[in-house]
């Protein structure tokens, strides 16, 4: 079946850590994203990327990084310098340039910084 | 400065009722607006998108409406059922529809009791 899989599911971290989240997807999709959601707050941007090897700022993106080497792939890294990491991320793909772009997102990974 | 507000109080129905709920948003001029369905600890699944030129669309039991005037979508769930309870979001498009950029709001939680 097509779809997006992300790992881990549950992911524990020390602080002055980085981590890196999974994002794999099959649906040949073009366009790929990284939200962040916190209790109480909608989902925000924090990368996304609309083609191999090039990707942007979303509106949150200081404290992470990515990298779009392969279509399938967009792992992100949460980076020490990110004060406030505990949350639920949700990676997403979308096709490109289609004017009106639904997201199909993935099952969500769940960091907690101890 | 741009918002997009939900209901953040949960709504609680009877079964067999129509759950109607409500998404607002200021200083946007949106192309389209989308609702997703989240359960807890999911990825949320994308359930209809209504364009700026439609009035009303259908699926099933949902109904949306997109009223550009008022700057409002109201999301409706006809005979709602105990299965339907779930996290609900609205989402416009940020910028240029085609990069496929949302924000979105912070969801209403929907239950309904049998």
Known sequence: DGGITQSPKYLFRKEGQNVTLSCEQNLNHDAMYWYRQDPGQGLRLIYYSQIVNDFQKGDIAEGYSVSREKKESFPLTVTSAQKNPTAFYLCASSTRGAGANVLTFGAGSRLTVL | ?114
């Not at chain 2, 209504?50 to 009035?55: D, L, V, Y």
């Open chain 2, 1 to 114: 400065s741009q918002k997009i507000e939900q209901n953040s109080e949960a709504l609680n129905i009877q079964e067999g009722k129509t759950a109607t709920l409500t998404c607002n948003y200021t200083n946007y001029s949106p192309a389209y607006l989308q609702w997703y369905r989240q359960d807890p600890g999911r990825g949320p699944v994308f359930l209809l998108l209504i364009r700026e030129n439609e009035k009303e669309k259908r699926k099933e039991r949902l109904k949306v409406t997109f009223d550009t005037t008022l700057k409002q979508s109201l999301f409706h769930i006809t005979a709602s059922q105990p299965a339907d309870s779930a996290t609900y979001l609205c989402a416009l498009a940020q910028g240029s529809s085609n990069t496929g950029k949302l924000i979105f709001g912070q969801g209403t939680t929907l239950q309904v009791k049998p």
